[in-house]
């Protein structure tokens, strides 16, 4: 995560006049233990990595340039005269590193912090005056590669352009001047305000995330913080109170209750309701919180389990002299259900019959780590709770099944394993090459699989790591048939080390690194790394290849090649391929849902290849107007409603509009899936009649 985006509030020493100028945000300064995890951490990279990089003066240059580009990605901030300034220390960081002085990092983020209350005043300062919007002129979307401004009076323009684009696109969702004016000035208050919360921790985490991407994509490094959100990531639970908590306007507001959780149970919580302040146990004082960064509130409600928290509450919609209430709630153990296996099932038709298809989404492979290496019976894992679910499944005696894993990264190997052996039962799943050049053949040890019909996975390109391996697998051994758009790419293992635990540290001041260690390879001897799972049966997507994926990389791992592992394929769907992809071929080319999201497609890539966006008026009116016709058009069609771009950007709409939008979305029709479902059913249908056909001539046989 990019340090630039992470935090989102008010601050409120700022003055309260509009436009007005603010003072220089505070310098910070690293921190002892920062500069001992950066020492200790080249240690381990530069020794233990799959491919090791040493700390050099090479590497140093990749790590300026990804530093500087994680603070200014677009290139709109710096001047080039910054940049050259940054360029005479560009050689220095492996003997910073080596010296424990993390000076040059912070002396660059000093720099972005100053760049960022330029550009916020300027911007701010534009909003005085209105702009010409019948003008025939651009502004360009794609900055990454860009040169930087060479003088303030060019980056000027750049702002001006920005600023104007944020205008008409808000002028363009029917917003009148002083709406504008007011929204405009908001959104770059709230990011000038940033640099004022940014903490030592923050710039710290960034230049590590340089540093290690710098040794291969998917190194990462992990600040006290970062580490306990991984944590919680992988366990799908943590100790708080159940509810989802969001900064709006310097209060720290509710979301959305948990289902089971404290919050919720209590009945006093509702959504909306702003939270002021936060006192710890039955007694402690309660330390007011309007205006801290989300991160610091979260840190405050969470705690042990059965501990209690006090909240002091502004209920929704009253304003800030209303009458505050104090609650207690008791901390428990809090299920993290969305990106936790779930199931529907959809009736599809296919030939003659109609087929019940269970649909597994599995947004993560995640296990608790901790509960199983203290034998907890009940630990949380993906591959148990698919387990389940096909039981489940079973019982409503679907024909198919299909594991949905379009947008999961990945998580645990051993559940990418595990998962794999509930439809192949016992055998080699993945191979994995260390640094040493040996490889290790893991298997699923299951006697048998839990699930031997028709099987199907999706896929697109946010699907990576272990989502691959299981794909993967699948796919070698003619299990099921994958569909959707080839995956990520990312052929890699990684492990997470405890640079604290290395140095028998008493408490939590290091961190942790999440290293490569490892190359996985498919049991048929490819692997996945840069080529990702190529598909069965494709569809399209959204995605950008060239900007999403491992080949997005440049200091990927190149594709390689190892000896097939021993396994003995089932190969139920190689021959009914043909007919699958013939069938999917004349569905979609007559479904106008399928052909309207090809023209979505279509559109998108036409924009992202220009560009440009016109800051023309009557130009961006007349592709709002065929845009709006196309929805009408769906609309009346039944195909959702009008999602049209409103100029406004998370937290600037009421909670309740931002709630109904997102509602509306996950509610709108998912024209991938019912294709996949579809095909599944086709899956089904199509082995129903090869086992008829078999059982036929087999009765033929015995006869004679």
Known sequence: MRIAYVFLGAFLAIAQSAYAEVASPPVLAPLKRQAQAAELSAQFLSRYSYKPVPLDDALSARIMDGFIKSLDPDRMLFLQADI??????????????????????????????????????????????????????????????????????????????????????????????????????????????RVYKFKSDDVFQSFMDAYATSIDPHTDYFGTAASADFNVSMKLSLFGIGAVLQERDDYTTIRELVPGGPAQLSGKLSVG??????????????????????DEVVQMIRGKKGSVVRLDILPADAGADATHRVISLVRDKISLDKQAARKTVLSVKAGDATRKVGIITLPVFYEDFEAKRKGDEDYKSASRDVAKLLDELKEEKVDSVLIDLRNNGGGSLDEAIDLTGLFIGNGPVVQQRGSDGKVEVRSSDLAAPVWTGPVGVLINRGSASASEIFAAAIQDYGRGVIVGEPSF??????????????????????????????????????????HGVTPDISLPGLFDPASFGETSYDNALPWAQ????????VDTVTTLLPTLQSRHDARVESDPDFQRLLQDIADLKVQREKGVISLNEAERRKEAAAREKRFKDRAEAGDGENLGDDGLEAGERSL?????????????????????????????????????????????TDGK
């Not at 330029?118 to 909003?127: E, F, G, K, Q, V």
């Not at 309701?273 to 989300?294: E, H, S």
């Not at 961190?511 to 790394?529: M, P, S």
Request: aromatic share 8%.
């Open 84 to 193: 050259d300034g940054f360029m005479s220390d560009r050689s220095e960081i492996d003997d910073a590193i080596e010296r424990k002085d993390l000076k040059i990092p912070f002396a660059i983020f000093k720099a972005y912090q100053q760049r960022v209350v330029d550009r916020m005043n300027y911007a701010r300062n534009l909003l005085k005056q209105g702009f010409d919007f019948s003008v025939q002129e651009e502004y360009s979307l794609l900055r990454d590669k860009a040169p930087w401004p060479q003088s303030e009076a060019e980056s000027n323009e750049l702002w001006r352009k920005r600023v104007k684009s944020d205008w008409l696109r808000l002028k363009l969702g029917n917003q009148n001047d002083a709406a504008i004016r007011e929204t405009l000035d908001k959104r770059y208050e709230n990011t000038l305000e």
């Open 562 to 569: 190892i000896k097939p592992a021993k396994y003995t394929a």
């Open 273 to 294: 309701d702003r939270i002021t302040g936060v006192g710890q146990g039955k007694d402690g004082a309660i330390k007011d919180v309007v205006g801290t960064r989300l």
């Open 489 to 530: 790419g990312k052929g890699t293992v990684q492990t997470v080390v405890d640079l604290d635990r290395i140095v028998r540290n008493s408490k939590p001041e290091f961190g942790e690194l999440k290293v490569t260690i490892a190359q996985f390879f498919r049991v048929n001897g490819g692997t996945t790394q840069l």
């Open 656 to 700: 309740s509009a931002d709630i109904a939008i997102e509602n509306a979305r996950k509610n709108a029709k998912d024209v991938l899936l019912d294709e996949a479902a579809a095909i599944l059913a086709d899956e089904a249908d199509l082995q129903q009649g090869v086992l008829k056909a078999a059982t036929k001539q087999t009765g033929k």
